[in-house]
C-alpha cells in the first residue's frame, strides 16, 4: 500500500506569492495534519482536517489555510509568502481521529527567496 | 501549553554499544501520549516507539525502550546495540489524550560511529 504522498517534493517562490502544496493520505485515511519544520526545529502544528472539517489549527496567522477534499486529500495554501516561511511541510494521516498512529509524508521542502 | 525540551542537541555513539537520549515535558493533563520519531535525512518522520502515560510499564520496541518517569516529566529513549542505520534527528513528541495535536521538542541529531 502507498503511504502518505506529498508533492512538489520541493520548490522555490518569490517573496509576496502564494503557494498550494498538496497531500494524499493512505487509502482509508480521513485525517490529514500538517506541520511546518524549520531548518533546525522540531514540527509544528498548522491545521488537522476530519472529514472536510477543520479539526483544529495551530498559532498561524490567517495567511495559512487549508481544505480537504471528499476523498480526503488535502491543499495548504500559503499567501503573501515571507521569508520565514521557508521550511519543510510535513502531512501526517490517520485513520480516524483523535488517533495516536498518525503516518507522515516525505514533506515539501519550500524556499522563499 | 505544552511544552517538550530535548536538551542533547547531538549525540553519538559506537556502533553496537547503548544510548540515552533524554526528554522533559511539562503538562497539567494526567492523560496523554509521548513518541520518539526518527527522522533520518530522506526526511520523513517514522515512530520508533509509542508510551501511554496511564501505563506504567515501560514501552519496548525491539533495541528501543524507554523510560517513562512521570511525576518528573521524563521520556528517555534507549537504543541497544546501536546500528549504522540509526543514524538520523530524533524528536522527542507529546500529545493530549483526545487532541491529535503533536508538540514536538527540538531534536536530537544521533551519529553511529562505525
Known amino acids: 500500500d502507498a503511504g502518505v504522498t506529498q508533492s512538489p517534493t520541493h520548490l522555490i517562490k518569490t517573496r509576496g506569492q502564494h503557494v498550494t502544496l498538496r497531500c494524499s493520505p493512505i487509502?482509508?485515511?480521513?485525517?490529514v495534519s500538517w506541520y511546518q519544520q524549520v531548518l533546525g526545529q522540531g514540527p509544528q502544528f498548522i491545521f488537522q482536517?476530519?472529514?472536510?472539517?477543520?479539526?483544529g489549527r495551530g498559532n498561524f496567522p490567517d495567511r495559512f489555510s487549508a481544505r480537504q477534499f471528499p476523498n480526503y486529500s488535502s491543499e495548504l495554501n500559503v499567501n503573501a509568502l515571507l521569508l520565514g516561511d521557508s521550511a519543510l511541510y510535513l502531512c501526517?494521516?490517520?485513520?480516524?481521529?483523535?488517533?495516536?498512529?498518525?503516518?507522515f509524508g516525505p514533506g515539501t521542502r519550500l524556499t522563499v527567496t | 501549553a505544552q511544552t517538550v525540551t530535548q536538551s542533547q542537541p547531538e549525540m553519538s555513539v559506537q556502533e553496537a554499544e547503548t544510548v540515552t537520549l533524554s526528554c522533559t515535558y511539562d503538562?497539567?493533563?494526567?492523560?496523554?501520549?509521548l513518541f520518539w520519531y526518527k527522522q533520518p535525512p530522506s526526511r520523513q518522520m517514522i515512530l520508533v516507539i509509542r508510551?501511554?502515560?496511564?501505563?506504567?510499564q515501560n514501552a519496548t520496541e525491539n533495541r528501543f525502550s524507554v523510560n517513562f518517569q512521570k511525576a518528573a516529566k521524563s521520556f528517555s529513549l534507549k537504543i541497544s546495540d546501536s546500528q549504522l542505520g540509526d543514524a538520523a534527528m530524533y524528536f522527542c513528541?507529546?500529545?493530549?489524550?483526545?487532541?491529535?495535536?503533536?508538540?514536538f521538542g527540538t531534536g536530537t541529531r544521533l551519529t553511529i560511529i562505525p
Open positions: 487509502s482509508g485515511h480521513k485525517s
Open positions: 508510551q501511554e502515560a496511564y501505563k506504567q
Open positions: 513528541a507529546y500529545m493530549d489524550f483526545g487532541n491529535e495535536k503533536l508538540t
Open positions: 501526517a494521516s490517520s485513520l480516524v481521529t483523535p488517533s495516536y498512529e498518525q503516518y
Open positions: 482536517y476530519y472529514e472536510k472539517e477543520e479539526r
Open positions: 503538562t497539567s493533563e494526567s492523560d496523554y501520549y
